[in-house]
């Protein structure tokens, strides 16, 4: 007995039914591998696109590093050599000095007159090489405002002049490039 809602089994399927519709076996059976050819085909296409981004990007990522390596031991040399030459230039510009301080110690009976002059002489080349050099020295005059980033106070001493500013420099300060190598040794005026 057949149920009614369902075709007879040996009934012809109708054409309006496309899943009934009737279904070469060839056809199908040689669809399927043509279909699966080409998504094979595109797949390693694919692949081999991958593997050419792959190769270029491992390829610009070496690069890189070894620019950034080359840029890193270029940067150590030239910080290297600008300290080597920093100090070469600076113990150029002192030879003077000693060569004055030499030719000065070699005469024996220099007269005091003489040994002032040359020593005055020789300050002025130390000083010189000094400057040259962006060795500055601190010496604030008396009454300049007491600045702590460059002077340090000793003692406070009771003064007539305003508070907080420079009685005496006991010794000279001094800056290498606008920094400070050795505060002034300064006296304060306490306030009143």
Not at 2 to 13: F, I, L, R, V
Not at 121 to 126: D, G, I, P
Not at 127 to 147: M, W
Not at 161 to 166: F, L, P, R, S
Request: aromatic content about 2%; hydrophobic content about 40%; proline content about 6%.
């Amino acid at each position: 007995m057949t149920h009614p809602s369902t075709p007879p089994s040996d009934a012809q399927p109708t054409a309006a039914d496309p899943a009934n519709t009737p279904v070469d076996a060839a056809n199908t059976e040689s669809a399927l591998p043509e279909l699966e050819v080409q998504t094979l085909a595109s797949c390693q296409s694919e692949v081999v696109q991958l593997q050419a981004k792959n190769h270029e990007l491992a390829d610009q990522y070496l690069r890189a590093k070894a620019d950034t390596e080359n840029a890193r031991r270029r940067a150590e040399d030239e910080v290297s050599k600008a300290r080597k030459f920093a100090l070469e230039s600076f113990a150029d510009s002192l030879l003077p000095v000693v060569d004055s301080l030499e030719a000065g110690l070699a005469i024996k009976d220099a007269s005091l007159e003489q040994l002032r002059e040359g020593s005055q002489a020789t300050l002025r080349q130390l000083l010189s090489a000094l400057e040259r050099n962006k060795i500055i020295a601190v010496n604030p005059a008396t009454g300049d405002k007491f600045d702590p980033h460059q002077h340090q106070a000793i003692s406070v001493v009771p003064s007539e002049q305003e508070a907080n500013t420079v009685v005496a420099v006991l010794q000279k300060g001094y800056l290498i490039a606008e920094r400070v190598m050795r505060p002034a040794l300064v006296t304060v005026a306490a306030a009143k």
